[in-house]
């Protein structure tokens, strides 16, 4: 009971101050953007695109990075407790490179989709879909260190550094405090601080967590395939994506078909991209899920 307790405690506190985040920052704009003037209509208009639309679908696929966290921590808390420090560093790798090559296409596709998904998903709010358009413009990149400090911090859990990422969480949230009180008094951004705010204070955990797993792991991180060519990927896709969307929009008028054909057309050309660039071998493809059938058809394709 002593073991669970104490292995329990800085987990539930971690989780507890990506909470209070939340809860700070509401009342953080709410009283400044108050005291700069504006009406209670706009701070509660602006307030329910960010909560309900723009988090909504940015915490979509940091789903993803949240499971495969969970998933990961009983093979590398095994290894960890063997001293096998090279299966060890093998797991976290394995974890990270899926984590990307999941996180960097939803950021992309999340960017050049925005106003397109918006109004599939909430129709008849042409007007916060514009302003949660905006956001994600400006934020979709908080999917990529979103992801990785969810995962990152199941990472030094697993082996046994439960209280690092509750004080690197502490001083993200300083940090991030200060910077949005900086955005709203000295900037007047409105809304958009929170936007910014909530992407530094992700960044600030991922570099904080990135460093602890380094220095207690002796993890390298590898780059190319990581991060190269899931960026090179992404950004191809990400073209097409854009383009096929707004042709198809132009002949047909339906949002909602133009959306799900490019979003099919996006995971295919993103697919191919990674197979053609060897951001992912056969061994890796396996172990997504339905792995071997996307192995099977890779090879009947020539990929």
Not at 149 to 156: C, E, I, V
Not at 248 to 275: D, E, F, H, P, W
Request: charged share 10%; proline share 3%; net charge positive.
């Amino acid at each position: 009971m002593k073991i669970l307790v104490l292995t329990i405690i800085p987990v539930l506190l971690s989780t507890t101050i990506y909470n209070i985040n939340g809860i700070i920052d509401n009342g953080i704009f709410k009283h400044i953007a108050m005291l700069q003037g504006y009406s209670k209509k706009e701070i509660s208009t602006w307030w329910g695109v960010y909560a309900g639309k723009y988090k909504l679908l940015v915490n979509v696929p940091i789903s993803i990075a949240a499971a495969l966290a969970a998933s990961s921590v009983p093979s590398l808390t095994a290894a960890y407790a063997e001293g096998n420090m090279d299966q060890v560093r093998r797991q976290i790798n394995a974890a990270m490179r899926f984590t990307m090559v999941i996180s960097f296409p939803c950021t992309v596709g999340l960017a050049v989709l925005a106003n397109p998904i918006f109004k599939m998903i909430f129709p008849g709010t042409a007007e916060t879909a514009g302003i949660a358009s905006q956001m994600m413009w400006i934020g979709a990149i908080t999917v990529v260190f979103s992801a990785m400090s969810t995962l990152s911090n199941g990472l030094l859990q697993g082996i046994n550094k439960l209280l690092v990422p509750v004080i690197n969480a502490l001083i993200s949230l300083v940090a991030h405090t200060i910077l949005v009180v900086v955005l709203l008094l000295f900037f007047r951004i409105n809304i958009y601080a929170m936007v910014i705010g909530d992407a530094f204070f992700n960044f600030m955990m991922s570099a904080l967590n990135a460093y602890a797993l380094k220095r207690h792991s002796k993890y390298k991180q590898e780059v190319v395939k990581t991060f190269i060519v899931p960026i090179i990927c992404s950004t191809i896709m990400g073209v097409v994506t854009f383009v096929v969307y707004h042709g198809l929009y132009a002949l047909i008028k339906s949002n909602v078909v133009a959306v799900v054909i490019s979003m099919i057309l996006a995971v295919l050309t993103y697919g191919i991209c990674m197979l053609l660039l060897k951001g992912l071998n056969e061994e890796e493809i396996r172990k997504f899920p339905k792995g071997d059938l996307i192995v099977r058809i890779a090879q009947k394709a020539k990929l």
